[in-house]
């Protein structure tokens, strides 16, 4: 991780090194915590960030399924975001809300602890290599399944979710793929370790459906709009795991992975191996969009 100048931690900028919790922080023990991911872009114009509205306005859901109150307003934090980005100077970065219950009591009542909340920027680029975003990426489905709605809210960016994640990311790693596929527990694709999924078969766009239990994503729902608005069909439904090995097409999306093809699932190759048409067409249209060469989109961009 390279390191910046500056951390937005409850309502001012603190250095980098000096942005730190008590150990008994409750979130540490218990996972009470909520995040987001965002992406600043450089464009011509200056920097702009990706849906950020978007992006809070899921912060504030998230932290209101988990009975986390944020101590301040959306608006408060998209000024802070903002704030931060041109504190640190940054063209490019990613963005890291989170929000914590903080050090108070111990024990599983989390209701009387004070709730933190901090921003943190840095330059990050492709999350699945630069790479894998022409080539395509390998993938294994995971043995861990989706954590069920049932269990824990996945629509929820909650922290305590993600140890399912790391999880089923280092069994990926440790196989040798690049990145996870986690099924739900009626055995039908949920997503990616940190992404949404989408498969291609027949010039027709596929993805699993909310109840799949995966996050809504903010990337899956702008390449949602826009592979609609470029004429081609998309449907939600559930996606059997056999039919990854048989589609034409397969891709990650997420702020971190962006626009990510995959090239093989548990040892099968897809479609041809490599980036497919339509991947290739959705995923240039994404890059022109963040940055900032598509003007009919200029409303997912809040420029800093």
């Not at 986390?68 to 408060?76: A, F």
């Not at 933190?116 to 330059?123: D, L, N, Q, S, T």
Request: hydrophobic share 40%.
């Amino acid at each position: 991780m390279q390191e910046v100048e500056w951390i937005w931690m409850d309502g001012r900028l603190v250095p980098w090194k000096e942005a730190k919790v008590h150990v008994l922080t409750h979130a540490l023990h218990y996972g009470t915590a909520v995040f987001e991911g965002i992406r600043c872009y450089k464009t011509e114009r200056g920097p702009a960030v990706f849906r950020l509205v978007d992006h809070m306005k899921r912060f504030f859901d998230s932290a209101k399924i988990c009975a986390i109150k944020i101590p301040y307003s959306l608006e408060e934090l998209v000024e802070a975001v903002k704030e931060t980005i041109r504190a640190n100077k940054l063209e490019e970065c990613y963005i890291r809300p989170l929000a914590y219950v903080g050090y108070g009591e111990m024990g599983l009542y989390s209701l009387g602890n004070p709730v933190g909340v901090a921003i943190a920027v840095w330059p990050w680029g492709a999350y699945l290599g630069e790479e894998g975003l022409v080539k395509g990426i390998r993938c294994m489905v995971s043995s861990w399944r989706k954590l069920h709605s049932q269990f824990v809210p996945p629509q929820a960016k909650a922290s305590a979710n993600y140890l399912n994640a790391v999880l089923a990311k280092l069994e990926a790693l440790s196989m040798g793929y690049e990145e996870a596929i986690l099924l739900n527990l009626d055995g039908y694709v949920s997503e990616g370790s940190g992404e949404n999924i989408f498969m291609v078969k027949d010039g027709v766009i596929y993805t699993p459906p909310p109840e799949a239990c995966m996050l809504m994503g903010i990337t899956r729902d702008s390449v949602i709009k826009l592979a609609r608005n470029m004429g081609y069909t998309v449907v939600e439904r559930n996606i059997l795991r056999e039919e990854l090995y048989i589609a034409d097409e397969v891709f990650l999306t997420g702020t971190a992975a962006e626009v990510t093809p995959v090239r093989e699932i548990d040892g099968r190759v897809i479609g041809e191996g490599r980036r497919g048409p339509i991947t290739e067409a959705i995923q240039k249209k994404f890059f022109d969009i963040v940055h900032g060469r598509e003007e009919a989109y200029y409303h997912w961009l809040d420029f800093v």
